[in-house]
């Protein structure tokens, strides 16, 4: 258990500065504030969600051990995420020029 937990917080500790980065990159500095908020916030509802279907995987199972199989189900998912991940494209943008104007 501890072990998993482990992993789940490496993971996300991993993940943590790409996602910020790609949410501030995609909007206006004006809206920096709601874009990491609501990064922040969907990645919040992730990691609820998944307890809470990797807890009713394990209450739910029977055969060769309540957490083995809520283990395995949670690493097709990642397997998943990370196949879906590879696919995702870069987009180069053109950041506009700020010039800071002398008073």
């Known amino acids: 258990m501890f ?6 917080g490496l993971g996300l500790g ?16 004006q809206n920096l504030g709601v874009a990491n908020a609501a990064q922040v916030m969907v990645t919040q509802i992730g990691v609820v969600a998944g307890i809470q ?4 995987i394990q209450n739910g199972a029977t055969s060769p ?3 083995t199989v809520a283990y395995i189900a949670g690493g097709v998912v990642a397997v998943g995420g990370i196949i879906g991940a590879a696919f995702v494209r870069s987009a180069d ?11």
């Open 65 to 67: 051990g309540p957490f």
């Open 53 to 56: 279907v990797l807890s009713t």
């Open 93 to 103: 943008r053109a950041a506009p020029l700020r010039v800071a104007h002398a008073a």
């Open 14 to 29: 991993a993940s943590q500065p790409s996602l910020i980065s790609s949410a501030a990159s995609a909007v206006e500095v």
């Open 3 to 8: 072990a998993a937990l482990v992993l789940s």
